[in-house]
């Protein structure tokens, strides 16, 4: 069964640095998502992105956040100046987006991003 | 997005069927009723989702009320392995991809 695959499984960075986190959603689904969970805390939506630009994004998707489709396969999550609070496991999710309103999005294993 | 409320925690034991309810009383007609769920350290997972109509699948079966207002995820024999935090999501029929709104779900202690 296709998967959403995410890279690397764990990050630790230190405050201030770049951090890319890589995600390949299932080759035939055109709408792709990042998601944040701070432990213990609910999933929140980050952004949304479909043909090759965002289509939605939340309040928490400052300018320190960015995403891209690099190739044909790949969609990364940049973030260019970690702050502590951004320490959380991240999300990659996609869907085919054919069907309005009953989307299912698919989501990866997740990255647990550790700032210090 | 209209809101779902659930309850915090349930408990069941294994074997036996489990009801985790949602309450959606601000749905709109166009609304989807999705159920994800999320196992201990990984992302969500779909488990059904429907419109009106009582949808079974091989994980679980949605039962929507008549207006709509609330739903009921059954499960219908727990396993050790449905110990997860269990998610009811509305979206838009007039959207296609579009992001979701977790709430904090109900968590699903399954007792052996």
């Known amino acids: 069964e296709p998967e959403v695959t995410q890279t690397p499984s764990h990050q630790v960075t230190q405050m201030g640095q770049e951090v890319i986190l890589h995600c390949v959603p299932i080759?035939?689904?055109?709408?792709f998502y990042w998601y944040r969970q701070i432990l213990g805390q609910k999933v929140e939506f980050l952004v949304s992105?479909?043909?090759?630009?965002?289509?939605?994004k939340s309040e928490i998707f400052d300018d320190q956040f960015s995403v891209e489709r690099p190739d044909g396969s790949n969609f990364t999550l940049k973030i260019r100046s970690t702050k502590l609070e951004d320490s959380a496991m991240y999300f990659c999710?996609?869907?085919?987006?054919?069907?309005?309103?009953?989307?299912?999005?698919?989501f990866g294993p997740g990255t647990r991003l550790t700032v210090l | 997005d209209a809101k779902t409320t659930q309850p915090n925690s349930m408990e069941s034991n294994e074997e036996e069927p489990v009801h985790l309810p949602c309450n959606h009383s601000?749905?709109?007609?166009?609304?989807?009723i999705h159920w994800y769920r999320q196992l201990p350290s990984q992302g969500p997972e779909y488990v059904i989702h429907?419109?009106?109509s009582n949808v079974n699948n091989r994980m679980a079966s949605l039962a929507i009320a008549e207006d709509r207002k609330s739903s009921t995820l059954i499960l219908h024999r727990a396993t050790l392995r449905d110990a997860a935090v269990y998610y009811c999501?509305?979206?838009?029929?007039?959207?296609?991809?579009?992001?979701?709104?977790f709430g904090p779900g109900t968590r699903l202690s399954v007792l052996p």
């Open positions: 429907g419109l009106t």
């Open positions: 992105f479909y043909n090759n630009e965002i289509s939605e």
């Open positions: 601000t749905i709109s007609g166009t609304d989807y």
């Open positions: 080759s035939n689904h055109l709408y």
């Open positions: 999710a996609s869907s085919e987006g054919m069907r309005r309103g009953a989307d299912t999005q698919y």
């Open positions: 999501i509305l979206s838009s029929y007039n959207n296609y991809g579009q992001n979701f709104v």
